[in-house]
């Protein structure tokens, strides 16, 4: 299984509504990642998770909260969501951080995410 | 500041002409250059680069690194419309540095019939 698997593909929601995005892999990658896209814009990091553990945070604003349950698992909770904040939200694994190279970057399908 | 610059930002060519996409960066501690092919949904990916003037090739695609002069090209030889897509370079630098992958912005290549 080389797949990282992301639901919802599609969401959309109010910006008092609350929602999470789910991403799953099941390659035993340590290291997990959340990048935000806009249209015509290459992926920006959000967050890093590696060995289960926040490891990077990229100044992202408390209205996205990350959670990894297991190594497997990696969620956003979406909460007060600003319309700026529509995007296609990418997760992605790899073999770990740290060492000789990482290797790959391996992308879900993304959630495609509009606030109203 | 790190970052990773590609050019063209946009390209259309004709079926079977040949194209060359580059990538150059400036990157503390660079790992290693990655190609991916961006359609309309997730990234896939292509190569990945580590060492100077070793050629990665896969059908009609390949693609080499400089690390001398910081530069990587992406080859696509007889272009056909399914090579229409957004290709991204990212270079990983160590995880100490914050960011790992620095993404450049793209080139969007677009191959008429």
Known sequence: ?116 | EDKVVQSPLSLVVHEGDTVTLNCSYEVTNFRSLLWYKQEKKAPTFLFMLTSSGIEKKSGRLSSILDKKELFSILNITATQTGDSAVYLCAVEAPPNTGNQFYFGTGTSLTVIP
């Open chain 1, 1 to 116: 299984d080389t797949e990282v698997t992301q639901t919802p593909k599609h969401l959309v929601m109010g910006m008092t509504n609350k929602k999470s995005l789910k991403c799953e892999q099941h390659m035993g990658h340590r290291a997990m990642y959340w990048y935000k896209q806009k249209a015509k814009k290459p992926p920006e990091l959000m967050f890093v998770y590696s060995y289960e553990k926040l490891s990077i945070n990229e100044s992202v604003p408390s209205r996205f909260s990350p959670e990894c349950p297991n190594s497997s698992l990696l969620n956003l909770h979406l909460h007060a969501l600003q319309p700026e904040d529509s995007a296609l939200y990418l997760c992605a694994s790899s073999q770990e951080l740290g060492g000789a190279g990482t290797g790959e970057l391996f992308f879900g399908e993304g959630s495609r995410l509009t606030v109203l």
